[in-house]
């Protein structure tokens, strides 16, 4: 099986996260490669950072791990990340971050979050004209949906109210609109989705760009009571749990074959993080992931098949110019 999507800590978060330890976790779960993503801190936004990244990965591993670039609206910044993903086998794509990021450093925030639409056409604009043709993997967050003063660490429920359903669903509708109008040779790829609108979105398009979509563990196995829990701080992510109806429904899509593949979004924190401020979001989903393949997924009546094609082969089909 493969993990399209993990965050890895190494460099200035080690202490919460490494390389080698996600290996280890995912070979108990029986995944063999790995995606990780470019939000690091430092981020990865060129050939430097991805170099040093790479030789991270333990020696016997460095064929099973795989890394995006991010995409930032600095066209030359872009171009050296197109270039790296043309160069390099274990670049499987870049990561534009369509929204922002309360739990990043203003520091990290300003270097790859692109919550301007203006900025974001201009990526798609710079990748068309540079016949960029690889994954651009997407966190559709639309930044003007989020009402940051609704947020109360107190009451855990009041994130998923702060970034609402319709953010997901009109940063979706952007990235498509981008897409058509600047002929975007590429594959877009909606990250993590989590409302049923979103995934009718998805099926609308297929016809008419390559697009796919992913769904994390915690949004297919949980529902937005966890928020509600006396430890509900933990259960923060970005996008947030959902309500059971986008929970039931993104089973269903999933069952269906409407939702490409299963990602984690593996992302540990400090204890200390979730509790406290800066109250971080994200869930280290990989130790999920067994319960789903195993116990999740027969249950809602996915065959062996059915298994394969949402851990595997759909992703390799996409991949496997770089997988092979």
């Not at 196995?221 to 509900?232: A, I, M, P, Q």
């Not at 992510?237 to 984690?264: F, H, M, Q, Y």
Request: with cysteine.
């Amino acid at each position: 099986m493969i993990d399209p999507h993990v965050h890895c800590r190494d460099w200035e978060e080690s202490y919460k996260e490494t390389i080698k330890h996600v290996f280890e976790v995912a070979k108990k779960q029986g995944i063999e490669k790995i995606f990780d993503m470019p939000n690091t801190k430092p981020p990865i936004l060129g050939k430097k950072e991805l170099l040093n990244r790479l030789k991270l990965a333990p020696k016997e591993r460095r064929k099973d791990y795989f890394v995006y670039i991010a995409a930032t609206p600095n066209e030359k910044q872009l171009k050296e990340a197109i270039k790296c993903y043309k160069d390099f086998r274990n670049v499987v794509g870049l990561k534009l971050y369509a929204t922002i990021d309360s739990s990043s450093s203003k520091k990290v925030e300003k270097s790859i979050y692109v919550p301007q639409e203006k900025d974001q056409e201009f990526i798609y604009k710079i990748l068309s004209e540079n016949e960029y043709r690889g994954v651009l993997a997407l966190h559709c967050e639309k930044a003007v949906f989020i009402k940051k003063d609704l947020w109360k660490p107190e009451t855990p429920i009041s994130h998923a109210i702060a970034r609402p359903k319709i953010s997901e669903i009109e940063a979706i509708k952007d990235q498509i609109r981008f897409a058509k109008k600047y002929n975007f040779k590429g594959i877009l790829h909606i990250c993590h989705i989590s409302t049923k609108e979103g995934v009718e979105l998805v099926k609308k398009e297929r016809k008419s760009i390559r697009i796919t979509c992913g769904v994390t563990p915690h949004h297919i196995l949980w529902s937005e009571k966890k928020l509600k829990e006396d430890n509900g701080l933990l259960y923060k992510t970005n996008p947030p749990l959902r309500g059971i109806k986008d929970v039931l429904a993104l089973r269903r899509c999933l069952k269906n074959g409407l939702i490409d593949w299963i990602e984690s979004d593996h992302a540990p924190h400090a204890l200390i993080e979730k509790l406290f401020y800066p109250h971080l979001s994200g869930y280290p989903s990989l130790i999920l992931y067994s319960t789903i393949v195993n116990d999740l997924l027969p249950s809602i009546g996915m065959n062996e098949k059915m298994i394969r094609k949402v851990t595997f082969e759909n992703i390799y089909k996409i991949f496997r110019d770089k997988l092979e």
